[in-house]
């Protein structure tokens, strides 16, 4: 079983705060997807990375996968309430279960304005 | 209709009932999951389907049974369900199975067992 931790569970903050989340594992991973569901709908992905220590930014929002691929964070500068919402974490894994999805239980984001 | 539909949104049942749970999406894509997202726990991959073919079946009981009559339609055939089976069913799609991609998920079947 390859495990994703997701620190922490539950996060509610001021908007304009800045923030971090992080998702963990002890399992090297292909690659880590960032996926974001609000509430009443699906998933919906918000970045991919690849490469060991590889930024990506993507307007506030700044995601980087660790240099041994075993742990990825996600950094959001002055966060709006628009924000809102459940960040999950998944690990794809390679060898023989190429291609396979691991997910984090996510961290749930309230941003009040 | 684009993306990934899911009906019906919200689904009540007995134990002793048989229902099924409608996906269908317009994207093209080859590959079709069922997943399972209960509170507190990891996203649970339940089935997945590339071209219309099961390739896996992640130990589910029995009484989740899944159709694929083709790359489009994905169902999920329920019965004689358990309390604890009350969750929100997701279905995704890829471009393929080999390398996952991006999954495009429906918005959810919120299904309440009594």
């Known amino acids: 079983t390859q495990l994703l931790e997701q620190s922490p569970q539950f996060l509610s903050i001021q908007e304009g705060e800045n923030l971090t989340v992080y998702c963990n594992s002890s399992?090297?991973?292909?690659?880590l997807q960032w996926y974001r569901q609000e509430p009443g709908e699906g998933p919906v992905l918000l970045v991919t990375?690849?490469?060991?220590?590889e930024v990506k930014k993507l307007k506030r929002l700044t995601f980087q996968f660790g240099d041994a691929r075993k742990d990825s964070s996600l950094h959001i500068t002055a966060a709006q309430p628009g924000d809102t919402g459940l960040y999950l974490c998944?690990?794809?894994?390679?060898?023989?279960?190429?291609?396979?999805?691991?997910f984090g239980r996510g961290t749930q984001l309230t941003v009040w304005p | 209709e684009t993306g990934v539909t899911q009906t019906p949104r919200h689904l009540v049942m007995g134990m002793t009932n048989k229902k099924s749970l409608k996906c269908e999406q317009h994207?093209?894509?080859?590959?079709m999951y069922w997943y399972k997202q209960s509170a507190k726990k990891p996203l649970e991959l339940m089935f997945v389907?590339?071209?219309?073919?099961?390739?896996e079946n992640n130990s589910v009981p029995s009484r989740f049974s899944p159709e694929c009559p083709n790359s489009s339609h994905l169902f999920l055939h329920l019965h004689t369900l358990q309390p604890e089976d009350s969750a929100l069913y997701l279905c995704?799609?890829?471009?393929?199975?080999?390398?996952?991609?991006?999954?495009?998920f429906g918005e959810g079947s919120r299904l309440t067992v009594l």
């Open positions: 995704a799609s890829s471009h393929s199975w080999t390398g996952t991609g991006e999954l495009f």
């Open positions: 399992s090297v991973f292909s690659s």
């Open positions: 990375v690849v490469t060991g220590g």
């Open positions: 998944a690990g794809e894994a390679g060898g023989s279960t190429l291609g396979r999805l691991y």
């Open positions: 994207l093209g894509h080859n590959a």
């Open positions: 389907y590339n071209f219309k073919e099961q390739t």
